[in-house]
């Protein structure tokens, strides 16, 4: 299944997002307010470049199969942006993605990214210094996200065909490299 593949050969990307983002201090409650600014600018940057590219990818196709409406966090993210009073910042580089199979491959970054925010969320809404912060983002399936999960991971494995995993993991791949390097 391409889902496993793609968590086999993701997981140093993975495990580097985990450690840029400073993911330990989230669970031992030493997380900042820094720390949370500096996360939720990078994926706002992230899916300023990536958004509107991933879903004209694969808006014909799998509009219904994916909710793909319900899927939109950009304008989530955006008000967690201003409740932080963060400003938008230029990336030095651009994003693109080749076909359909690259777009899946990173919307399945942007998914996985939002059910760990939601795990992330619920720790430092029980963290000092996080009690007027809104979880847009992270929190933005709140209740639906393990279903929201499974739903995108039984489209993505139900899809790809095998001859195709590459491709898909090209897609996440790129969109992990631009999330790593938007400092």
């Not at 808006?59 to 989530?76: G, I, M, T």
């Amino acid at each position: 299944m391409v889902s496993e593949y793609l968590k086999k050969n993701t997981a140093e990307f993975h495990d580097a997002a985990e450690k840029l983002f400073s993911s330990e201090k989230i669970f031992n409650r030493t997380f900042t307010l820094e720390d949370y600014k500096k996360i939720i600018h990078n994926n706002y940057l992230m899916l300023l470049h990536a958004e509107d590219k991933i879903f004209s990818s694969l808006e014909e196709n799998f509009s219904d199969k994916l909710q793909l409406a319900d899927r939109k966090k950009l304008s989530l993210i955006e008000k967690d942006l201003e409740s932080l009073s963060l400003h938008n910042k230029a990336v030095s580089h651009t994003l693109e993605f080749d076909n359909e199979n690259e777009a899946l491959g990173a919307m399945y970054v942007i998914e996985g990214s939002t059910l760990g925010g939601n795990v992330i969320a619920k720790q430092l809404s029980k963290t000092e210094g996080f009690d007027q912060v809104t979880f847009n983002f992270f929190g933005c399936y709140q209740e639906n996200t393990g279903p929201m999960w499974k739903s995108f991971k039984e489209v993505l494995d139900t899809e790809v065909k095998e001859e195709h995993y590459n491709e898909v993991l090209s897609g996440a791949k790129k969109l992990y490299t631009f999330l790593l390097n938007v400092n």
